[in-house]
């Protein structure tokens, strides 16, 4: 099938764009290389973790720096775990914003630490959503967690979107074509399939 | 327990992390090398694991009783451990476990995500086999081999130990002229003395060994 062939060349430059634009880094490619038949789902079952883990951090950070005598060590102990986290899985540029948000904890700077937060929040979302879609177009075994992903992709998306507008508009041409030959692909298999099942071979 | 002579029976690794997803990834890693993997979150689970209580010292007297009943059970034949970690630290683990006459013999493997010259220098002195950096890679892994082979060894009659000498031994360790005692792996006992020297000029030259693709050692090397 031609849309499948063009889906799985889409796949390819999707990925690579990941890693050229420094999103992922060859951390990421280490973790794929340990999935294999006995252990199907470790890449998803370990960036799962990273995403519940992330998400806990995050929020304990905005709740830190809302205080009114900040503790910079608390703060500093959580960007850590979340440094020691994204380098884990290869998300390289979460792993960047972390080191200068720990800088900002030692010269106990608010108003760094506070764009830091908001730097690592965006990243975060950014390796996020691509992530998402790379699970969802590759395939994940197990529980179909599609619809959950795509409502957090939405929220996601408008945290992103209001960060910056052009590059917004970029990453969403993208994510429309690829999702909508994703789309496509998947509209044609469940045709052919129930085609089967109606004893209506199609060759 | 050596079961049997066989240098393929199992490795069983305890690997200690406060973090879920590096348990995660160090125990996929570990078994995709074939090694039996128990993983821990803090220093003190993974002494009480290996049937050591906090307050033990070594104390000739009380441990041989308590280590010898869960040594029968549990063998573990080498200790990952991260650094960073609340409570007791991976510095401390190390202590504690060189500190016991029932655990000293198990070598002990440091994992760090910073590159920290005098962190690693204090793990090596302490008596650390190795120190990685984080994220641990297969590579890193498959530089634990010798010194897993090392513990069996000293399970095994001297018959034995020749031929793993020759096969395993050797192409790991290059030829040490400064050592003051001719081929300390040679002998068991001569072996648990000289361990803490050997590691350190182990690690020192290591850390000049072309296939090591990231720099780890760099801070040693500058301070020597």
Known sequence: MDSVIQLQRQLVDYTAQLFNEGILDDQFNQLQQLQDESNPDFVVEVVTLFFEDSERLLNELAKALEQQSVDYRKIDAHVHQLKGSSSSIGAQRVQKVCIAFRNCCEDRNIEGCQKCLQQVKHEYSLVKTKLETLFKVRGKKGKNKSNLFRMNTVAQATDFCLYDRSLSRRFWQQEGQFLGQYNKVKTIAEDHSQRKQNGILDM | ?224
């Open chain 2, 1 to 224: 327990m050596a079961i049997t002579g066989d240098s393929h029976s199992q490795f069983h690794v305890l690997a200690v992390d406060d973090s879920l997803i590096d348990r995660k990834l160090i125990e996929r890693l570990l078994k995709t090398s074939s090694y039996q993997v128990t993983t821990v979150d803090s220093g003190s689970k993974a002494l009480r694991f290996l049937g050591l209580n906090e307050d033990d010292q070594s104390n000739p007297d009380t441990v041989p009783s308590v280590s010898l009943n869960n040594h029968q059970e549990v063998e573990v034949n080498l200790i990952i451990t991260d650094y960073c970690m609340p409570g007791m630290t991976g510095y401390d683990l190390l202590k504690k476990v060189k500190e016991s006459s029932s655990l000293r013999n198990i070598p002990v493997v440091i994992m760090s995500s910073e590159n920290v010259p005098s962190r690693i220098t204090r793990c090596l002195e302490e008596g650390a086999e190795e120190f990685f950096l984080k994220p641990v890679r297969q590579a890193d892994l498959n530089r634990l081999k010798p010194h897993l082979m090392k513990t069996k060894i000293k399970n095994q009659k001297p018959e034995g130990q020749e031929e793993l000498e020759k096969s395993n031994i050797q192409p790991e360790q290059p030829p040490q002229p400064p050592s003051p005692h001719p081929q300390p792996d040679s002998q068991p006992s001569p072996l648990l003395q000289q361990q803490p020297t050997n590691n350190k000029r182990k690690a020192m030259e290591e850390g000049l060994s072309p296939d090591r693709t990231r720099p780890r050692y760099n801070g040693i090397t500058t301070m020597v």
